[in-house]
């Protein structure tokens, strides 16, 4: 699965302001997101220049 985390803007924006509701909701997301599993383990694999 490819997943698109890299360029998702709830991401961008839970970074940004990790205190802030937004942040919240992404955190309990990716406890369960399969795409957020897939960005992980390509992370792990070099395929994000460790980003």
Do not use: F, V
């Not at 699965?1 to 909701?25: F, H, V």
Request: aromatic fraction near 10%.
């Amino acid at each position: 699965m490819k997943s698109n985390c890299d360029n998702c803007k709830m991401r961008l924006a839970a970074e940004q302001n990790p205190k802030s509701i937004t942040a919240k909701i992404w955190r309990w997301h990716t406890r369960w997101c399969p795409g957020w599993k897939a960005y992980q383990k390509e992370l792990g694999k070099g395929g994000n220049g460790g980003k």
